[in-house]
């Protein structure tokens, strides 16, 4: 069954003449594989020793769907059953690996989608609850297929999809991957993430994976110990085996100082976007893969980690431009989106920015007007990274802010129930200032449904909401296809461009312009009241004479029957000089409101 075919690459690599296997094991005395085509007869097919620890045959006659583990001898003597690290498919996550034929996949010609970052709307979910069919059971790959049409008309251009690599059970968030290079079974396998990327590209939606390379397990874990050696009780090879082996999820940080750790993760990262034609990479906690904590130990930087990401954004800028990368830092660092070269940059595309999202949060369930700071508006609206507006992803709710002891921005201010006044009039001037705002703007499952629960990952979202809040639903819509411009008459919104017109610290007013090139249909005033009173006459300054027209105005009625459908009505601007501008105009705006105008 055996022969000396050499094939370059990792894990089980099916090619004409059987599958080739090879595995890092560099304490191992022997090492062989055994599987469903051998009777799992463990001593029987035995692995050359190649140079650097790595182990290696070919196995004939052995096809796609044979199931397979590895049999490691330790120098003691132990016999060691451990499933493959490179596993592209699993039966489960304490099941058998399986070998998976990656060219088997009819894409039809598809080619990999990311539209201009700066016309990107990003829609976070989770697979195992965003569209559930059956109760019990998680959603898929399939089920989220089915709702691609509802997410195109939405207005959504890119899904962000939690974790979905193989976990422990059916139901998790998907931060402990215990296989990093295989599809969790329960959401399809491999081929079902390949059916929703070709079916969402067809729909001018691009997809990208979240990536967690901080930690991995910390259960069902046979990367742990794989080949039988560790250090002080630890994890390994694949781990640091000291005081550096600590994180938040248990000691099963990755060592990043071994090239052949640093290998896997850069190949995993590889096969999303080549391989699966994934458009971008959102990586999970970065600062526990630069650092040892978040609190930025000075003695505990850890260099293997920055090199690794500078690696990995190096080459998909390279080979991939349009691609996106985006980190989870949260410290507002502007060397986390430089480009590699460039002093310490780290070369993502986007990071998620703690500088928007805390304090705009803060401003909705501030419970009292007159604690509402408009100064901290301003900062919120005009931060930027390494000099480029669209090089931060700015949002209210994602998986993190609506769970671990936070809610939904609607519930914060609730208290109970959420289909209140005050909830809904807020949060749509959250979301507003979220899609009018410079940066990538991003949506969390079920924001547009007034979703009123904490995140959970046997929580399905509850679709039945689409009748009751489909008004609401269409505000989103309305403000997305305002942020993309897809109406011809917002192109502003697309732009590098803002300024505060105007910071009312007393009427609670913030009022900006956003501009890409300037002029008709492209320069955008926002108008936010963040106050619960009306303004019926409230003078702003315009920065071009003539008729602005209310192109979105969040208090009408078709949006929610409990909205006061105030008139704010089309303005001329020839008034006095004001706010720096030679004219101005008297606006009218409602309670917690959002007007967008500009001009024909």
């Known amino acids: 069954m055996k022969n000396n075919i050499q094939i370059a690459g990792m894990g089980a690599i099916l090619h004409q003449q059987g599958v080739f296997f090879r595995v890092w094991a560099p304490h191992a005395k022997q090492v062989f594989v055994m599987g469903n085509f051998n009777n799992w007869t463990p001593n029987e097919l035995e692995l050359a020793h190649e140079d650097n620890g790595y182990f290696a045959v070919n196995v004939e006659h052995v096809k796609a769907g044979a199931q397979y583990k590895f049999v490691i001898i330790t120098e003691d003597g132990r016999e060691l059953s451990k499933n493959d690290p490179y596993a592209l498919e699993m039966t489960n996550s304490n099941g058998n690996s399986v070998v998976y034929d990656k060219h088997k996949f009819d894409w039809e010609g598809d080619e990999s989608f990311m539209p201009y970052w700066n016309?990107?709307?990003i829609y976070e979910l989770h697979l195992g609850t965003f569209n559930v069919k059956e109760e019990g059971k998680p959603g898929d790959f399939y089920s989220l297929i089915e709702k691609l049409d509802y997410l195109k008309d939405l207005g959504i251009n890119v899904i962000?999809?939690?974790?979905?690599?193989?976990?422990?059970?059916?139901?998790?968030?998907?931060?402990?991957?215990?296989?990093?290079?295989?599809?969790?079974?329960?959401?399809?396998?491999?081929?079902?993430?390949?059916?929703?990327?070709?079916?969402?590209?067809?729909?001018?939606?691009?997809?990208?994976?979240?990536?967690?390379?901080?930690?991995?397990?910390?259960?069902?874990?046979?990367?742990?110990?794989?080949?039988?050696?560790?250090?002080?009780?630890?994890?390994?090879?694949?781990?640091?085996?000291?005081?550096?082996?600590?994180?938040?999820?248990?000691?099963?940080?990755?060592?990043?100082?071994?090239?052949?750790?640093?290998?896997?993760?850069?190949?995993?990262?590889r096969m999303w976007v080549e391989d699966f034609h994934v458009d971008g990479l959102r990586m999970d906690m970065i600062p526990y893969i630069r650092n040892v904590g978040a609190d930025e130990n000075p003695d505990g930087v850890l260099d293997g980690g920055l090199n690794l990401l500078r690696k990995i954004n190096k080459e998909i800028t390279e080979k991939y431009p349009h691609k996106l990368t985006v980190a989870e830092?949260?410290?507002?660092?502007?060397?986390?989106?430089?480009?590699?070269?460039?002093?310490?940059?780290?070369?993502?595309?986007?990071?998620?920015?703690?500088?928007?999202?805390?304090?705009?949060?803060?401003?909705?369930?501030?419970?009292?007007?007159?604690?509402?700071?408009?100064?901290?508006?301003?900062?919120?609206l005009t931060h930027k990274y390494s000099g480029d507006y669209f090089r931060r992803v700015i949002?209210?709710?994602?998986?993190?802010?609506?769970?671990?002891?936070?809610?939904?921005?609607?519930?914060?201010?609730?208290?109970?129930?959420?289909?209140?006044?005050?909830?809904?009039?807020?949060?749509?001037?959250?979301?507003?200032?979220?899609?009018?705002?410079?940066?990538?703007?991003?949506?969390?499952?079920?924001?547009?449904?007034?979703?009123?629960?904490?995140?959970?990952?046997?929580?399905?979202?509850?679709?039945?909401?689409?009748?009751?809040?489909?008004g609401l639903k269409n505000l989103h819509k309305d403000l997305i296809s305002l942020r993309r411009n897809l109406f011809g008459v917002t192109a502003g919104l697309t732009g590098q461009n803002v300024q505060v017109i105007r910071a009312d610290n007393t009427e609670k007013i913030l009022a900006y312009q956003r501009w890409k090139e300037g002029g008709a249909k492209d320069t955008?005033?926002?108008?936010?009241?963040?106050?619960?009173?009306?303004?019926?006459v409230y003078r702003i300054g315009f920065p071009y004479a003539g008729m602005w027209k209310v192109r979105f105005n969040s208090d009408w009625e078709g949006y929610n029957e409990d909205f006061g459908?105030?008139?704010?009505?089309?303005?001329?601007?020839?008034?006095?000089?004001?706010?720096?501008?030679?004219?101005?105009?008297?606006?009218?705006?409602?309670?917690?409101?959002?007007?967008?105008?500009?001009?024909d």
């Open 395 to 470: 949002y209210t709710e994602s998986h993190d802010e609506v769970a671990n002891g936070s809610a939904r921005v609607a519930q914060e201010i609730a208290f109970d129930d959420v289909n209140n006044w005050y909830s809904k009039k807020r949060a749509s001037l959250g979301v507003a200032m979220v899609l009018t705002a410079p940066g990538i703007p991003m949506l969390f499952q079920g924001q547009e449904l007034l979703e009123d629960k904490w995140f959970s990952d046997t929580d399905p979202i509850d679709w039945s909401r689409l009748k009751e809040f489909k």
């Open 119 to 121: 016309e990107a709307v």
């Open 565 to 599: 459908n105030y008139q704010s009505y089309d303005v001329e601007a020839n008034g006095d000089a004001c706010d720096g501008f030679e004219q101005s105009a008297e606006i009218s705006i409602a309670p917690y409101t959002a007007l967008i105008l500009s001009q």
């Open 524 to 536: 955008t005033i926002v108008v936010l009241n963040f106050s619960g009173t009306d303004k019926a």
């Open 329 to 380: 830092d949260l410290h507002k660092l502007d060397w986390i989106t430089d480009k590699v070269g460039e002093g310490d940059g780290l070369g993502f595309g986007s990071q998620w920015d703690a500088a928007f999202v805390h304090p705009v949060r803060h401003l909705l369930t501030t419970q009292h007007d007159e604690d509402r700071d408009m100064n901290a508006a301003v900062e919120a």
């Open 160 to 269: 962000e999809i939690m974790p979905p690599y193989e976990f422990p059970g059916g139901f998790s968030w998907g931060y402990n991957p215990s296989y990093p290079f295989a599809i969790e079974s329960e959401y399809g396998g491999p081929d079902a993430l390949k059916e929703l990327v070709k079916q969402a590209h067809k729909k001018g939606i691009a997809v990208m994976l979240d990536a967690v390379y901080n930690h991995f397990g910390p259960s069902d874990l046979d990367l742990w110990q794989f080949d039988g050696w560790s250090e002080n009780d630890k994890g390994g090879i694949y781990f640091y085996n000291d005081w550096r082996s600590s994180t938040p999820w248990g000691d099963t940080r990755p060592d990043f100082g071994r090239i052949e750790v640093c290998n896997y993760i850069q190949d995993n990262a």
